[in-house]
T-cell receptor
Framework: SQTIHQWPATLVQPVGSPLSLECTVE??????LYWYRQAAGRGLQLLFY??????ISSEVPQNLSASRPQDRQFILSSKKLLLSDSGFYLC??????????FGSGTRLTVV | DAKTTQPPSMDCAEGRAANLPCNHS???????VYWYRQIHSQGPQYIIH???NNETNEMASLIITEDRKSSTLILPHATLRDTAVYYC?????????????FGQGTILTVHP
């Protein structure tokens, strides 16, 4: 069966520090991969999506970047975190166009 | 994505049916209606989807009107664990990316 792993579950980072969040998928090939962010009390915002290795599309301009070095690995990064980067980060995958499976999320607090 | 409209919040008594409405009057003929829910501090969870016919699975039933301009998600016997934000989504077809756009959803509170 397909599973999605996302870590860490929680993270507290100082302003200006780098960030690396990793997401891996098992049990499927060539999935579409997505990074979402949910700020406190807000809805889910799509940040990045990828349809293949090395293919990244950004939905909103921001302080973050994404990479897909392997078929089932999706990484969210930042060189210097801002306070506004705090939020709940969710990775998701889909094998077809529209059915998503989400990871358990990373709660990031920038202090 | 086609615009959807949901009530911001609803209450339901435990053991009773929860009926969550969604309006999607601009839906196109080949666009599906998807429902997800998000329990506090967790990632969204897929519930059900449909095109024209009513659908049922182990979690819920989906009733889509004949003109497809609205739908209702039915949780037949709500439990306290069904308290969550429920999202009705109509993804835009025509791309292979299938990006889901989440609105504000309906906060369903199931009380004892």
């Amino acid at each position: 069966s397909q599973t999605i792993h996302q870590w860490p579950a929680t993270l507290v980072q100082p302003v200006g520090s780098p960030l690396s969040l990793e997401c891996t998928v098992e049990g499927t090939s060539n999935p579409n991969l997505y990074w979402y962010r949910q700020a406190a009390g807000r809805g889910l915002q799509l940040l990045f999506y990828s349809v293949g290795i090395g293919q990244i599309s950004s939905e909103v301009p921001q302080n973050l970047s994404a990479s897909r070095p392997q078929d089932r690995q999706f990484i969210l990064s930042s060189k210097k975190l801002l306070l506004s980067d705090s939020g709940f980060y969710l990775c998701a995958w889909s094998a077809g166009p529209y059915g998503y499976t989400f990871g358990s999320g990373t709660r990031l607090t920038v202090v | 994505d086609a615009k959807t409209t949901q009530p911001p919040s609803m209450d339901c008594a435990e053991g009773r049916a929860a009926n969550l409405p969604c309006n999607h009057s601009t839906i196109s003929g080949n666009e599906y209606v998807y429902w997800y829910r998000q329990i506090h501090s967790q990632g969204p969870q897929y519930i059900i989807h449909g095109l024209k016919n009513n659908e049922t699975n182990e979690m819920a039933s989906l009733i889509i009107t004949e003109d497809r301009k609205s739908s209702t998600l039915i949780l037949p016997h709500a439990t306290l664990r069904d308290t969550a934000v429920y999202y009705c989504i109509v993804p835009t077809r025509g791309t292979s990316y299938g990006k889901l756009t989440f609105g504000q959803g309906t906060i369903l509170t199931v009380h004892p």
